[in-house]
């Protein structure tokens, strides 16, 4: 998994009011839990950005003041209307605490069906798994080259090394449907 690096300023004042005036200073009211006790914190707006608009997934290596903790993203909320951050939620790891964490798919191979004129649809983009932090992969690849028209991979018939799949094992990953051009 890939580091991302980030500072943060301790919070003193906490509430609606002081919410408020941190995000018109351009900056983001955060929360790290899962660790001794709950830290309130903020952050610069930029600082976040690539962290965010990614598909990729990363473990934060915040920086409060001079302590360095190892984090990954949890929750993010967004203003319904103008899509400004509000908040950002943020779990602390360790190598001995299991994290639940959404990993994304990657599909490799060229599917049988597709060579005979189907299509390949990807019904997933992220599988949520349960393991260490250390054993949590950037992606998860899922090889389609014996799949068929008509045919599908689902979630039960997948397995990675030192990950829970979490979702229903027949939620479908990825099928190949008919078109005009395979009948």
Do not use: W
């Amino acid at each position: 998994m890939k580091t991302f690096e980030l500072k943060g300023t301790k919070r003193a004042d906490l509430g609606k009011k002081a919410s408020k005036a941190i995000r018109k200073s351009d900056a983001i009211p955060c929360v790290i839990y899962g660790g001794k006790e709950n830290v309130n914190f903020q952050v610069l707006n930029a600082d976040v950005r690539k962290l965010i608009y990614t598909p990729e997934i990363f473990l934060v290596s915040l920086d409060l003041e001079g302590k360095k903790v190892n984090a990954i993203l949890k929750d993010i909320q967004f203003h319904p209307v103008s899509d400004q951050i509000l908040h950002i939620d943020f779990l602390e790891v360790s190598a001995d605490k299991d994290i639940v964490i959404e990993v994304p798919v990657k599909l490799e191979g060229l599917a049988e069906g597709v060579k005979q004129g189907g299509k390949l649809n990807q019904d997933m983009r992220k599988i949520k798994v349960r393991g260490a932090y250390s054993n949590i992969p950037e992606k998860l690849v899922v090889k389609v080259d014996s799949l068929g028209i008509g045919k599908t991979i689902q979630i039960g018939s997948l397995s990675f090394d030192n990950l829970t799949i979490l979702n229903n094992p027949i939620n479908v990953v990825a099928s190949v449907k008919s078109t005009r051009a395979s009948k």
